[in-house]
């Protein structure tokens, strides 16, 4: 069995590749590295030949004009391919995602969709890291609280989606066991790496002033259109997919403050 793995050096992809090399399942990593690229279709035939299942995770995010039909035109020459198997990383409360979604299912091929939202590793392999580095997370949020999801739970129900039964047809909606506002999960942050930090309401004009421009139009985007509430209520789709309780952001802070990568000295 050959598995592709899209998004494969992603926050995602990385972790699902680890798993499924434990597992002895054979792996095709595919990103911009070994010559992939969601943009030009001349690159999509290498990748899906002689692949048995595939993860899609799609660059920069499902919500972009554009993402929904891209996805479907992948799924549909996934099944031509032969491709037994789909597993999506949808987005929750999305409603262009969900239009991907709807592709994917269309396309012929036994799919699983994982929707998640905010994910708790943004605060330490993404765009939040440098405010925690610095000690002060300075962003456009507000009081919504969000209930994060941990990588490590996403890169479970994935890899069982990939390699068991039981999972076509599904819609899992990962989220963390509770919802944190966004200074209520600066402060599990600071309470774990014993270190002073703090959370700075800003405008979206003053990231966009502060940000790189590649990024600013994007991350503002989420805060002001997807951090609305829509998301807040946690969901049950790790225990519908595993059997047990997803990962608590506070469990997340713990276990990375141990690794060092907040560390300033």
């Given at each position: 069995?050959t598995?592709?793995?899209?998004?494969?050096?992603?926050?995602?992809?990385?972790?699902i590749?680890?798993?499924?090399?434990?597992?002895?399942?054979?792996?095709?990593?595919?990103?911009r590295?070994?010559?992939?690229?969601?943009?030009?279709?001349?690159?999509?035939?290498?990748?899906l030949?002689?692949?048995?299942a595939?993860?899609?995770?799609?660059?920069?995010?499902?919500?972009?004009?554009g993402?929904?039909?891209i996805?479907g035109?992948?799924?549909?020459?996934?099944?031509?391919?032969g491709?037994?198997?789909?597993?999506l990383?949808s987005?929750r409360?999305?409603?262009?995602?969900?239009?991907?979604?709807?592709?994917?299912?269309?396309?012929?091929?036994?799919?699983?969709i994982?929707r998640?939202?905010?994910?708790a590793?943004?605060f330490?392999?993404?765009f939040?890291?440098d405010?925690?580095?610095?000690?002060?997370v300075?962003l456009?949020?507000?009081d919504?609280?969000?209930?994060?999801?941990?990588?490590?739970?996403?890169?479970d129900?994935?890899?069982a989606?990939l390699?068991e039964?039981?999972?076509?047809?599904?819609?899992?909606?990962?989220?963390?066991?509770?919802?944190l506002?966004?200074?209520?999960?600066?402060a599990e942050?600071?309470?774990a790496?014993?270190r002073?930090?703090?959370?700075?309401?800003?405008?979206p004009?003053?990231?966009?002033?502060?940000?790189p421009?590649?990024?600013?139009?994007f991350v503002?985007?989420?805060?002001?259109?997807?951090l609305?509430?829509?998301?807040?209520?946690?969901q049950?789709?790790?225990r519908?997919?595993?059997g047990r309780?997803?990962?608590?952001?506070?469990?997340?802070?713990?276990?990375?403050?141990?690794?060092g990568v907040?560390?300033t000295?």
């Amino acid at each position: 069995m050959t598995t592709l793995i899209t998004g494969a050096t992603g926050k995602t992809g990385t972790r699902i590749i680890e798993r499924l090399t434990a597992a002895g399942v054979a792996v095709r990593p595919a990103s911009r590295a070994t010559g992939f690229d969601w943009e030009d279709r001349s690159t999509w035939a290498a990748a899906l030949a002689g692949a048995d299942a595939a993860y899609l995770a799609y660059y920069p995010d499902l919500a972009m004009p554009g993402a929904a039909d891209i996805l479907g035109a992948f799924a549909r020459q996934a099944e031509a391919a032969g491709v037994g198997r789909l597993v999506l990383l949808s987005g929750r409360g999305e409603p262009e995602a969900q239009r991907a979604e709807q592709e994917v299912a269309g396309a012929g091929v036994p799919w699983t969709i994982v929707r998640c939202s905010w994910f708790a590793q943004n605060f330490s392999e993404s765009f939040m890291l440098d405010g925690v580095l610095s000690g002060d997370v300075a962003l456009p949020a507000g009081d919504t609280p969000e209930p994060f999801v941990d990588a490590e739970d996403i890169a479970d129900v994935a890899f069982a989606a990939l390699t068991e039964h039981g999972h076509a047809g599904q819609v899992y909606e990962l989220t963390g066991p509770r919802a944190l506002r966004m200074d209520e999960a600066v402060a599990e942050l600071a309470a774990a790496t014993g270190r002073e930090l703090r959370f700075t309401r800003i405008t979206p004009e003053q990231y966009r002033a502060a940000a790189p421009p590649e990024l600013a139009d994007f991350v503002v985007f989420l805060f002001t259109e997807l951090l609305d509430g829509r998301n807040a209520q946690p969901q049950d789709g790790v225990r519908r997919a595993l059997g047990r309780a997803p990962r608590d952001f506070g469990e997340f802070a713990r276990r990375t403050a141990a690794t060092g990568v907040w560390a300033t000295t």
